[in-house]
Structures are given as C-alpha cells and as structure tokens.
C-alpha cells in the first residue's frame, strides 16, 4: 500500500500542475494600482490547499482569473495545463463549466429550482459534465441523488422542495454536491462555512475532503479563518503570495 | 435551450406579480384591439350599408339625421314627405327608380319599413348587391311582410307565420294593430346591413292600418277603401326616398332641384357624401380612444419594466451563480430578455382571447343596439400591425434589464457584494 501511494503520488507529480502561475499581474482598469502581483504559484493535482487571507486582500479576484471570467494583464495563467490568456471569453466560460466546482460563502442556491435541479445544474452548462455521469449509466437525477445521500441530504421529502425551504447548513450541502456532479477536476470552495456554526464547520470540510477524494479532485478552500486549516496538506497566505497587497498599507495583519 | 427553462422556472416563481403584470398588459392589448375590432366593423357596416343610390330625399332635417333613419333605422324623421311630392319627385326624367320609405312602426323593437317593390328590385348593399330572398317571395297585395335575416332567425319566423305590427319604435309599444296582422311572405337573405333587422311591409298597408287606426269607422277593409279612393287622402305620406338617376352626373343638378322644391320642404343627400361625414366624426372619437388605449398600453409595458428592474439587484445573485457554472453573459442576458419576451407574448395571446371572448360575448349586443355587426376572424392587417409594435415595444423595453444585467455580470463575474 505504501508503495502505491509513492507510485501514486509521482504519478501526479509528473502530471502538469493544475494551477500554474508566474509573474501573473492584474489590474481592473489598465494602467490602476494592480490589485494582484503573484510571482508564482503551483498547486499540484488532488493536493487540498488552504487559501488563508483577509476579506478586501484579492482573492475573489485570483477566483475570478482562475475561472476565467477575468483575464490577467500580464504572466502566465494556466489551469489544468491550459493557458487561460489564449482561450477567447466563450472558450473560458466553456472550460469553466467543464472543469471547476465553485462553492460560494452564502446565496449558493438558485431560488426557484428545486433541490435536485440546483444539484444538476452544471450539467445545463457542460455536456462533458453531463457525459461523465450518464457515461456511468446513471441519469443526472440519480447521481444527485447518490451526491445528496453522501452528504446526507437525499431526504425524500427535501428533493424536490424550493430550496429555500433549507437551513444554511443544507443549503452548503447542495451547493458541495452541484459543486461535485459530473466529477470536475477541480473544485474551489470561497469561505463555504463561515455561515455554519463550529461543529457543523468541520462536519462539512470532512465532507468536502472525502467527496474529492473520491472523485480524485483538487480542493482549493478559501478562508480568513485559521482554525480550519488543519486538516489541509498546505496552507497559502494569500497577503505573501499577492505582492500587490504587500503593498499596501498594512490595514489587516494576520497573526 | 437550457436557458429557457430557467427563464420560464423563473417566471413560475414569480408568478404573482408577473402574472400580474402579463394581465395588465394583456388588458391593455384587449382594450386596444377591442377598440381596432369596433373601428373596423364600423367601417364595414358604415361602408356596406348602402351602395347604388345616388340621392336620399326626405323632409327638412340635418342630413345626417336623414340618413340615420332611413339608412340606419336609428332615430326618427321629424317630418314626412307627402306622396304628391314623392310622384313629383319620381316622375322626373332623370329619376330611373325611387324607393319609398314610410317609418314609424315596429315589431318586437324592430323596424317596420313601408315600402314597395322597387326596393327588393332596387336597393343595392356593399359591392352593389341585391337583395336575396332565402325562403318564399316578396310581399304582394294585401297585409304581407318580408322579414329581415336576424328577424328571422331570432323570432324563429318563416313564411306563413303571422306578426303583429306597434304603433311607435319602442321595444314594449302598448298600442298594436292587432286587428291586421301580417303574414310573411319571404325571409330575406342575410346582408350584414340594418335589413336584417327590419321587417318591410307594403306602403298601402301600412297608410291602411294607420287609416283604420286612426279612428275612421268603415264597415270595409280600409285596403279595399284603399285602392277606390286611391291619393284621395292628404295623409298619404312617406319618410324617406331612396332615388337612382340615369346617371350619377345628374345628382349635384337634382339634389339641387329637390332642396329647392316649391311645395314642401325637403333635404336631398348624396349618401357617400355624408356617409363620409358621419364616418370623419366617429373618427375624432376613435383617434382619441386609440390615443388613450396607447397610453394603457405605454402603462403596462411600464410595469414590466417596473418588475424586471426591481427584481434585478436580488438576481444578481443568481446571475453569479449561473456564471460560475458556465453561463455566459449573453447567456444571463437572454433570460432576462426571455422573460421580457415570454411576458410581452404571453399577455398579447392574453389579450387576444380576452378580446375574443369579449366580442363573443357582446357581439348580438352590438348588432342590436347599434347596428354594428363586428366579424370574429383572424386579425385583420392592422391589428397584426398593432400586436407586432407592442410586441416590438416590449422587447425593446426588455432590452433595457437584460443590458444592465449583462454589464452587472460582466463586472461581477462570481463575486457580488449586495
């Protein structure tokens, strides 16, 4: 076993970063203050890493360029081996749609759709999502429903309720699953707990990680808050990575 | 078109105060085509009522009202024309034909027209047509009627049947002739005019009812008296006559002649003339509802946009979310727009059953108060017309969300701080 995991772990090492970037600058207007400088930065494929910065710091931003709905001015950008800066705004929201999972702090959920349809949402958007899971032999409401029952939400009577019927916590739990559907490689968590209480914070992170595990994806998991990094195999301070906010006056320290 | 489903779910959701909206605008198409469908038949009925008569002739009076009640059966004469001047006038050398009218009775609120044969023979309606009779003949000698289509129809009548002829115009008239009813004779063809409403009787039995009515005692039938002491009486009168010339370039000559006619006053009119007349003053009020019904219409499409700005800034939310998996922002703006579209469309296929069911509904109102037959078809080219520019409107209208929220997502991509 151990030698699999060694054999595993090269194997991915050999394989192209799933975040690559160097001398990456970001400005939102041409010739403004940048609001991100990143020299570089690796994250390797199924690695979990914890993106540690205070609110106002950029990180929403570096969300948005590693999304592709916005587009460095300079370096290089490249997720899962593809460099972002030569994909046109169509191609990106396509790669997006194919290949990432976003799970946001609050207001995850369409309002008017049903549990199963948010869960089943990217697949609207991703016919390589959609493929993935009827490949398996399995309709999309099926594999949410498997999701659901992951992460304990397939309650008959909560499926196909408005989700705004939901506490916030099984709000987080729909959104990790639509997150999760059709297996992208890639999943990117943006403060997802920080409206859940203590015990109900760490139930979820496990859930998180063993949901990726078993879909063999990269976790990047953004908070401010440092009694959560724990469990993760690294730990990123976004003010050292982002020269821009080094800049700055220093208006937020993190200890 | 995952789009479009999410726009229509959306809708449901918010289906109270966008049905609201869809039935406001809808009653302002129904109000608009309503009013467009009332124009129309107007105009129809206006157009098709009288054709191949070059010169009208009644008593002294305002020619418009000489036309309503000899054309229209709406109103009364306020004076008749003696049936001296009625052969003076027919007898003239450019007068091919003269038509009798003599009004003032009724039949169950319809009109009884005292007429001759020359009006079956003459009398000529839309695209110079004639009279048709669907059952039996036209009236001969004695008390016999013809009835118009409607006449028919609503009363169940045929030829052989017998009626009572009122004194007066009134619906509920107390003073009948019911010592002399009428056998039908024939039942017109329908005409889409006032003749299918009307019953036509023989002038002489209808100057012979009145004779006897008025008092004179005879020990015979006063149509018998009738023909032995035929124009003896001064009473003989008609309301109005209906004259065809030789040729059409005589008219101005014999209006003229008539208007100056020496032994009693009279009024000739060229029907097209004031027909035109009567029609421009129905315009004035027509362009001005269609000003009002516009601005209902402005109203409702305002409310839309009234809706769909509102909604926007909670929807920001949901726009983020559908960009973060995979929506692009023309994606975001097609359903907003979907939305304008779907609610603009939906409240004119609204619109549209409501003005149907409506004309369904006062359609033999309107014929019977006021002669208005109103066609339910397709619509006609100018309600396409009017359908397509609020159409048009509401999509324009739409565009103004749909472009604030495609430049809202363009700048917010996933993230909004609301």
Redesign the interface.
Known sequence: MASDDKNHASSILEQPPVIQIADLRFAWKKQAKPVLEIASLQIHREERVFLRGPSGSGK?TL??LL?G??LPQSGVLKVLGQDMTVLG??QR??F???HIG?I?QM???????SVV?NVT??C???GKRRHKVLAQGDSLEHEAIRLLDHLDMAHADVLHEPVSELSVGQQQRVAAA?ALIGAPELVIA?EPTSSLDADRRSAFIDLLFRECDSANATLIFVSHDNTLQAPFERTIEFDQLNRAAQAQPKLHVVS | MAILGLAIKSFRNRKFTTGLTVLSIALSVMLLLGIEKIRAGAETSFTSTISGTDLIVGARSSPVQLLLYSVFHIGNPTNNISVHSYEEISEQPQVKWAIPLSLGDSHKGYRVVGTSADFYQHFRFGKQQSLQLEQGAWFGEGYQAVVGADVAAAQGYEPGTEIIIAHGSGDESFITHADKPFRIAGVLQRTGTPVDRAVYVGLESIDAIHEDFEGDEHDHDPLMRHADHAHESEEGEVSAILIGLQSRGAALAMQRTINEHDHEPLTAIMPGTVLLEVWQMMGTVENVLMVVSGFVVAVGLFSMLIILMTSLNERRREMAILRSVGARPAHVFVLIMGEAVFLTLLAIILGLAMVYALMLFMQPWLESAFGLYVAIGWPNTTELILLSVIALCGFLIGLIPSLRIYRYSLADGMTIRV
């Open positions: 929403s969300l948005n999304a709905v916005a705004s169509a929201d396509h997006r749609a194919d976003f946001f207001f995850n959920l369409i309002p008017y759709l349809e949402l990217p609207r958007f991703s639509r943006d």
